[in-house]
């Protein structure tokens, strides 16, 4: 199991949606030093490749910000699972209310990079009363008590 998809699945099991792309890729600093650290875009292809965990990519009005969450068909989302590399995949899935995101996973990608490298380059990775920064204490347990079974 792959550590993004540790965090989706308990996060959903404890009855949440999901977590921005922040969290997760700036999460790998809790991995061991021999993880090989992604970036947006490693974890986008990861994702799309790895044909185990269908992910949604969608808008959180709680936090107002994008986050991805672990598919859920029984939820009817109006959207698509946007081309790769010019065929079709069944991994990622784009609401529709996020379709200005691109026409591909390309362009999904290049949007949520320039939108998000930054703040995870700053540790800017959290998302607490609409409040970018580091993890909040509970947060790190969450994350370490995820990697503990990788």
Known sequence: MQYWEALLIKWRSKGRDGLTVPFIVGSQQFLPNTHRSQNIEDLLVDIIVRNR????????????????????????????FPSFRGMSQQNLFLTKFLDNLGRNCEEVISSLSEKYTDLIQR????????????????EKYFIRECFSTL
Not at 53 to 78: F, G, M, Q, S
Not at 123 to 138: A, F, H, L, M, T
């Open 53 to 80: 965990l269908k992910v949604t990519i969608k808008y959180c009005i709680t936090i107002e910000d994008i986050i991805l969450e672990a598919y859920d068909p029984n939820k009817e989302l109006a959207g698509t």
């Open 123 to 138: 540790n800017e990775v959290s998302k607490n009363n609409r409040i970018r920064g580091d993890y909040e204490p509970n």
